[in-house]
């Protein structure tokens, strides 16, 4: 039983990741219920306002939004329920460490040195605040071509690596540039779904596997 909070209130996809434009519905309670697909319970600013409905709003209207995603959305019993945060270290990541108890952050960066100083950013505020790093997953380490089966890599190597190092944190997995993932993503359908046995898929399947594992011990 897992539900995705997509916290990414100014910039949501997992509406459009998850192939949903359904409209959440209210209870009695005011409470507001997920949508549910692929067996998954969803919530995201992205079922709320259509794509080219920009969420105009100030720290705190967005506070509000992020507090009733966490706390007015009936989420029901889940296991797991993972909160898709937008990078940075604002209102939306600080309202959450302060309403919700974590039981860790995953880092998510790819190899590049921009990428890896806002991701240390993000570790050195969840430190602060007392919640775990689980570890970190790098995205778009590599490029397989499938002209020459030659791997490229194009943001460079060893960045997420290096980070978990100096975190002392487990490097998750590696993600790599892959169009079948791109295009599944684009068209709803999680690729870690779709073909649990491409090479993403399995690296996808494998961290949750991992995470879960840890979450569990
Ligand atoms: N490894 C990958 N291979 C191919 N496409 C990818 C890969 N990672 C991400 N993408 C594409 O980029 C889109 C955005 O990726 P994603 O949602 O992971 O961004 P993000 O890291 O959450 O961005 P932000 O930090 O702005 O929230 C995905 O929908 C997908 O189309
Ligand atoms: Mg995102």
Redesign the pocket.
């Known amino acids: 039983r897992v539900g995705v909070c997509d916290c990414?209130i100014y910039?949501p996809?997992i509406s459009l990741?998850f192939g949903s434009r359904e409209q959440p519905m209210a209870t009695e309670e005011n409470h507001i219920l997920p949508i549910e697909q692929y067996g998954l319970k969803l919530m995201s600013m992205g079922f709320l306002l259509d794509d080219s409905s920009p969420a105009i709003l100030r720290g705190p209207m967005v506070t509000r939004y992020t507090q009733q995603f966490l706390r007015q959305v009936e989420w029901g019993e889940l296991d797991v329920l993972v909160l898709?945060l937008?990078?940075g270290t604002g209102d939306i990541q600080l309202t959450i460490v302060q309403t919700v108890a974590l039981d860790g952050a995953i880092i998510?960066t790819t190899p590049q040195e921009v990428a890896l100083i806002d991701a240390r950013k993000a570790a050195t505020m969840f430190e602060k605040v007392n919640v775990a790093v689980l570890g970190v997953v790098e995205?778009?380490s590599y490029f397989v071509s499938p002209s020459d089966q030659q791997r490229y890599n194009i943001f460079g190597s060893g960045g997420g690596e290096r980070e978990a190092k100096r975190l002392r944190v487990p490097l998750l997995g590696q993600?790599?540039?892959?169009?079948a993932?791109?295009e599944a993503?684009?068209r709803g359908m999680p690729i870690a779904a779709e073909n649990p046995n491409s090479i993403?898929g399995a690296e996808f399947n494998r961290i949750a596997s991992e995470l879960l594992a840890k979450l569990k011990g």
């Open positions: 990414d910039g996809s990741m898709d937008p990078p998510v995205n778009m993600i790599p540039i892959d169009i993932t791109r993503g684009d993403v």
